[in-house]
C-alpha cells in the first residue's frame, strides 16, 4: 500500500451506507486509477535493487515480477553477454522512455529493427545456489 498526502483525502471519500457514514481510504489501492502508476515507481525500484544484488534476470509490470533461472553452467557465457549488452545500451542512449514503458535499446538488428531490453544489464547474474537448503 502507497500512503495518500492528506491533501488528496478530499478525492478518496466513499459513502459506506445510506446514512452519513462515510470513509477514507488512505492508502492508494489498484481501485484508484493512478494506483498502478504509483505501485510501479516502487516496483521498478525493487527490481534494480534485485538486479544490484545479482537477482534476475527478472522482468516486472506493476506488481507482477517473473524471475528467469539460468543454470550454473551457463552463467558465465551469459553475464559476458550481459556486459556485451550493458555496452551496446550504452552506446545507443541507455533508458528509453516511450509512453509508460521503460525499456534500453540495444544493436540495430538486420531487419532494422532495435533489440530492447528490460533492463541496462549492467550488473552481473550471481549464483546464490549455495545460499539454499537442499
Not at 557465457?77 to 521503460?102: K, T, V
Not at 540495430?108 to 528490460?118: C, D, Q, T
Not at 544489464?121 to 549464483?127: A, H, L, R, S, T
Request: with cysteine; proline share 4%.
Amino acid at each position: 500500500m502507497v500512503p495518500i498526502k492528506p491533501s488528496q483525502w478530499p478525492g478518496l471519500v466513499i459513502q459506506i451506507s445510506e446514512g452519513d457514514t462515510f470513509a477514507i481510504d488512505t492508502c492508494n489501492c489498484f481501485g484508484l486509477a493512478s494506483g498502478g502508476g504509483c505501485y510501479g515507481k516502487i516496483g521498478d525500484a525493487g527490481a534494480q535493487l534485485m538486479r544490484a544484488f545479482g537477482i534476475g534476470p527478472l522482468l516486472k509490470w506493476v506488481d507482477d515480477h517473473l524471475f528467469f533461472r539460468i543454470l550454473r553452467k551457463y552463467r558465465e557465457a551469459y553475464n559476458h553477454s550481459r556486459q556485451q549488452w550493458a555496452n551496446d545500451i550504452a552506446r545507443n542512449g541507455g533508458e528509453h522512455h516511450d509512453r509508460g514503458r521503460l525499456w534500453f535499446k540495444g544493436c540495430i538488428m538486420p531487419s532494422g529493427h532495435s533489440e530492447e531490453f528490460a533492463e541496462d544489464n549492467v550488473f552481473p547474474i550471481q549464483d546464490f545456489s549455495e545460499h539454499t537448503s537442499r
